[in-house]
């Protein structure tokens, strides 16, 4: 399968089955089109001939020709038959969310969460409950060493000194039990205080920040329960939060909705405005008929912005003052393996979401949902048939995915998004699959502009997402 498109004045080939990527001239995009279209050798260069001379298309389609036999264009599909093996496979668990707030000092109208409480009722995690979810997460982990654990909420804060003491939990038993938790924090900002800050720097490999860019846009929604906005309150205590972490391993999450379809703007402010420089801007989730949904009239206005943001950050980056954006961050040399590629997030299998009660979902978006309990942190997964199905949510399993070029590259997307899009978990948000296809287009046009241009990615650490997939790995 071959993706092609013209992007920032380069022509970019992408060979979907191997992951190669080519930056062409006209001649060459023009001719790897013919051929995809079935032409053949014969039929392409007397289609090309008049504007381009012989010897250019005989040149041209011998380097071609070069590299389909070195596996770099026109490969087949090499994983379908290894993807339903799946449903047999033995998975551990390596990450959990720990939901140890269901309430919040905020009252954002766009919460996916119903203001924290997750359609159900308000409540704390307590210490034996989390001692108990880190726990499980040691048994299910098989020989799998590093361990992930996300405390969220709600708003996590609100329960600090429960997380405290489940990292104090944790420390104390890390070594003996051969494991390395890796813990995150995300959060609204209200609570922080200088302890907060100190804990987090020292304990959490990262810390997610939720702030939607300029004060109009955030103010919007996220405020308190007397309509009151959040932005005044909580930028200051970003910024001595991210330098005291000497402005490393943290993000800044922003949202963005049909109100503020130029979310460049937002996430420029973020980075000239306020010194943020590690950035991450999503979608809203919200229902069709909500006042803040997407809509289809946003989507030329998004892709637009995204080309913006692409564009931009290459100048950054040649002014050597570099932003990341998070769905840009993508490594063509180290990962994720196909593995990964292929199963997806994790989600019901080797991630799972943990409820101040101690019930175990999916993941957070699936808590509340009755029908999507897998068990608890007591008795295990107890919904195996749930577990199982989870299992095939692959790329292979979604047959609106089979034609996508994107597809071993968002792994089939969101089963989350899919549900309350389709009603099926091994559905899709159609909407979603044509943002992601356009964030990949502008993020591998990066890479892209950084293989041509000597002025860019000098001295950058390779990028991965990879957190490792199979038991062995220690990613």
């Known amino acids: 399968m071959i993706h092609q498109y013209q992007l920032n004045g380069y022509n970019i080939v992408l060979d979907v089955y191997s992951g190669s990527v080519h930056a062409v001239d006209q001649l060459a995009y023009d001719a790897i089109a ?56 033995s998975t551990v668990v390596k990450a959990l969310c720990l939901h140890v707030a269901h309430t919040c000092n905020l009252n954002c109208e766009y919460c996916f969460a119903a203001q924290g409480k997750f359609h159900g009722k308000a409540g704390l995690m307590s210490f034996e409950t989390g001692k108990r979810a880190l726990d499980f997460l040691i048994e299910h982990s098989g020989t799998r060493r590093n361990l992930e654990v996300d405390f969220f909420g709600g708003e996590p804060l609100m329960n600090f000194q429960v997380c405290k003491d489940l990292v104090a939990y944790a420390r104390s038993i890390e070594k003996e039990k051969g494991k390395n938790f890796r813990f995150t924090l995300t959060t609204n900002g209200i609570g922080i205080t200088d302890e907060v800050i100190e804990w987090a720097n020292r304990e959490c490999y990262n810390v997610v920040l939720s702030l939607d860019g ?27 939060f991210v330098e005291a972490r000497g402005g490393k391993n943290y993000y800044m999450r922003g949202t963005f909705t049909h109100y503020n379809p130029d979310f460049t703007n937002d996430l420029f402010h973020m980075a000239d405005d306020l010194g943020f420089t590690e950035l991450s801007m999503e979608p809203v989730v919200s229902a069709p008929d909500d006042p ?71 993941c957070h978006q699936f808590v509340g949902d009755e029908a999507y309990k897998l068990g608890d942190i007591w008795n295990g997964v107890t919904n195996t048939n749930l577990r199982d199905e989870f299992k095939l949510c692959n790329v292979y399993a979604r047959p609106d995915c089979k034609d996508c070029w994107a597809r071993l590259y968002c792994s089939g997307g969101c089963a989350a998004n899919a549900l309350h899009a389709s009603g099926d978990i091994h559905g899709i948000y159609e909407y979603g699959c044509r943002v992601f296809r356009k964030r990949m287009e502008c993020a591998l046009m990066i890479k892209v502009a950084e293989a041509l241009d000597p002025e860019l990615n000098q001295g950058r650490a390779p990028e991965s997402d990879c957190g490792g997939c199979e038991e062995t790995c220690e990613g």
């Open 292 to 362: 803040c949904a997407l809509t289809e009239e946003d989507f030329p206005v998004l892709c637009e912005q995204y080309e913006i943001l692409a564009k931009d950050m290459i100048r950054r980056e040649k002014d050597g003052k570099p932003i990341t954006f998070y769905h840009y961050m993508l490594d063509l040399q180290h990962g994720p393996c196909i593995y990964k590629r292929i199963s997806g997030c994790g989600s019901g299998t080797e991630y799972m979401a943990v409820t101040p009660w101690g019930d175990l979902y999916p």
């Open 34 to 89: 013919l051929l995809d279209q079935g032409k053949s050798r014969t039929e392409t260069e007397a289609l090309l001939q008049g504007r381009y001379s012989g010897e250019e298309i005989r040149e041209c389609l011998a380097d071609i020709d070069a590299l389909t036999q070195a596996g770099k264009l026109f490969t087949e599909d090499t994983y379908a038959d290894k993807a339903f093996d799946f449903k047999n496979r």
């Open 214 to 240: 300029r004060k109009e846009v955030n103010d919007r929604f996220r405020k308190d329960i007397h309509d009151v906005g959040s932005y005044d309150r909580i930028v200051p205590k970003f910024q001595k």
